[in-house]
């Protein structure tokens, strides 16, 4: 079996839950306040990690309290954490979350997560059959040379372009999976997209992007589902019909499953229905990490 390896950010999301958002300016009373270990990079590894795969992660955490509390729950989680240094002089990466309607807003001040150098991606031995992921909450020269690595060593990579940033074609021709959402693939194909577009939308913004047919794309469409272009050939996969409370990580929750299945050398259709399946699980719970789901209950979801 091969190893899920992810570079990215490590977050305390502090989340606060109120009847609907407030416009600027306006303040609304809230309902609870919640503190749920986060970050892009921690939700896509403690993914990989309940679903079965050995998974890595790579990153920074302050010298503080959240820090000391997010490596105690990663750790709990099963994810190795021997690549994730603590950092003096600068916060652990901080997401200030507001969910009303089961729809979020977020700000991500990245504090630790900015520091997280090329030469931090340096330490671990990629091999063939290994899966390297990363997203943009970390430096994209960063991720340029994780991925550099990862090719040289025969792994595959996916990349998450989240939160949605102008990406160098560098690193676009470094992927082999580009897995984003019609906000992201908007700014990346430089077209307008909405949620509500008819999928063939997505398909031709997909074919717009600069990466050439050898890559596979993976649309998210939220309870539409996922749009999937393998080898230049579109296929939808829709949502499960369920109830979301918290839709906060569910990205993230397809991301790592989709790496860990293609580490347990799944084919990539079947790997795409699993991951789907897994995030049908993750919006039905509050919290991101906290949400993952494990491989039985994937299962049992499969099977219904
Ligand atoms: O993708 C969800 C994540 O984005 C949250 O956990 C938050 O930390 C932000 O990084």
């Known amino acids: 079996m091969g190893r899920v390896f992810v570079a990215g950010s490590i977050n305390m999301d502090v989340v606060a839950t109120a009847d ?3 416009k600027v300016g306006e303040t609304v009373a809230g309902q609870a306040v919640h503190y749920f270990p986060g970050g892009k990079g921690a939700n896509q590894a403690v993914a990989a990690a309940k679903l079965g795969a050995p998974s890595t992660l790579i990153g920074r955490l302050g010298a503080d309290a959240f820090g000391q509390q997010l490596r105690q729950f990663l750790s709990a989680q099963g994810v190795d954490l021997a ?3 603590d950092t003096a002089n600068v916060h652990t990466g901080t997401a200030v979350i507001t969910i009303a309607d089961a729809d979020n807003t977020i700000v ?7 520091l997280v150098s090329a030469g931090d991606v340096t330490a671990p031995v990629l091999a063939k059959g290994d899966v390297a992921v990363s997203q943009f ?4 020269t960063t991720i340029i ?6 090719r ?10 989240a939160p949605a940033t102008v990406c160098s074609h560098e690193l676009l021709d470094l992927v082999d999976i580009l897995v984003l959402n019609e906000t992201e693939l908007g700014l990346l194909a430089q077209i307008e997209l909405h949620d509500t577009d008819d999928p063939i939308c997505f398909v031709e913004a997909a074919r717009r992007l600069p990466t050439g047919l050898d890559k596979t794309i993976c649309v998210t469409l939220g309870k539409r589902g996922v749009l999937a272009l393998v080898g230049g050939e579109p296929s939808l996969i829709s949502g499960r019909a369920v109830k979301a409370v918290d839709t906060t990580g569910a990205g993230d929750c397809f991301v790592g499953a989709l790496a860990a299945q293609l580490a347990n050398g799944k ?12 995030a049908s699980i993750c919006v039905q719970r509050m919290g991101a990490a906290p949400s993952m789901p494990t491989a039985a209950e994937v299962t049992a979801v499969l099977r219904s």
């Open 20 to 22: 609907r958002h407030p």
């Open 83 to 85: 690549l994730v240094k």
């Open 108 to 114: 991500v001040v990245p504090g630790a997560n900015a």
């Open 137 to 140: 909450e970390i430096p994209q």
């Open 145 to 150: 040379a994780f991925f550099k690595r990862a």
């Open 152 to 161: 040289a060593a025969g792994a595959t990579t996916i990349l998450n372009p």
């Open 267 to 278: 084919a990539i259709h079947d790997a795409l229905e699993y991951a789907n399946a897994a």
